[in-house]
Each structure stands twice: as structure tokens, then as C-alpha cells.
């Protein structure tokens, strides 16, 4: 599933990355997002509420202007199957899928702590920024944990 996002949901298309998903920033003109949303076969997201399904291209307008809200506007709009599964496997900035590198050789481009306790690492074969599973992976997750718990189930 890919999608286009409008600039303003820029911090959603970085979760949507982070969670697996191909999400595009589109800049540019109203015609040209919804051309290129065609073009692409992406579903287009908006908070725009003028924008309309497009020769086939659907856009899902989010009502709420909080993240948290916004992915569960998404993941319910579109059926998103697991937040969790292919968590951190594109580029947070790019969108690009990552791919696995050898540690020996992101020796330079990781800090010493984390070359000397992290045994796995991807990169980005665009940008060239390195990623590995710390911290902020269980954070995410846990914060995708929560957004995906049924309601009324137990914490």
C-alpha cells in the first residue's frame, strides 16, 4: 500500500515510513498532487476537505490534527493491517527500503557506544543514514502498541 501525503501531514507520512509503509510528501499544486497520486496508484492523505476522489484515486480526508489520531484515522480508513510488522524497514527521510550493512563498515558513521553494543545494522542506500534497533524502537513500538489495542482490552 503506498500513499501521498499532503505537506501537512508531514510527521504522519515519518510514522507511516516507520511502520513500513511507502509514504510520499507531495509539494506542489492541487492538480498536480492528484495527477500524481493517479500516477502512482497511491491513496492520497489529506486534511484538505476539498479534495475528492480522483479517477479511481481515493483520498482519505483525517479529521484530527494529533498524530495519534491520525494514524488511527489511517489504519481504520484503510485497513492497515499490523503497525508493528515491518516496523524501521525504509528510510525515515527518504522512504527508501533500507538494507542490511555490515558493521564493520558504518564503523565511522555510528557513535563508539553504539558500534560496541549493537550487533545489526541497515542503511539507507539513498542517504546513507545508518539505523539500528535501540531505544527508540521499543518506544515505538509501545507507542504502536497502544494506538492498536482494542478498545476496552486490557493495558
Known amino acids: 500500500m503506498k500513499f501521498l501525503l499532503t505537506p501537512e501531514l ?9 511502520t513500513g509503509y511507502d509514504a510520499a510528501v507531495f509539494e506542489g499544486e492541487t ?3 492528484l495527477a500524481r497520486a493517479t500516477f502512482e496508484k497511491r491513496i492520497l492523505l489529506t486534511r484538505r476537505t ?3 476522489h480522483h479517477r479511481g484515486t481515493p483520498v482519505v480526508t483525517l479529521l484530527s490534527d494529533h498524530i495519534r489520531e491520525q494514524l488511527k484515522e489511517v489504519s481504520r ?4 493491517r499490523s503497525l508493528q510488522k515491518h516496523l524501521f524497514t525504509r528510510c525515515l527521510l527518504c522512504n527508501v527500503p533500507v538494507e542490511p550493512i555490515a558493521k564493520e ?3 565511522r558513521r555510528t557513535p563508539p557506544y553504539v558500534f560496541k553494543t549493537q550487533k545489526d545494522f541497515s542503511h539507507c542506500p539513498k542517504c546513507g543514514r545508518v539505523y539500528w534497533a535501540a531505544t527508540h524502537w521499543e518506544r515505538a513500538s509501545n507507542f504502536l502498541a497502544v494506538l ?5 482490552s486490557p493495558r
Open 31 to 33: 492538480p498536480d498532487l
Open 148 to 152: 492498536t489495542r482494542k478498545e476496552g
Open 77 to 80: 480508513s484503510c485497513r492497515l
Open 50 to 52: 476539498g479534495l475528492r
Open 10 to 18: 508531514g510527521r504522519l507520512a515519518r510514522w507511516l515510513r516507520a
Open 105 to 107: 563498515k558504518i564503523k
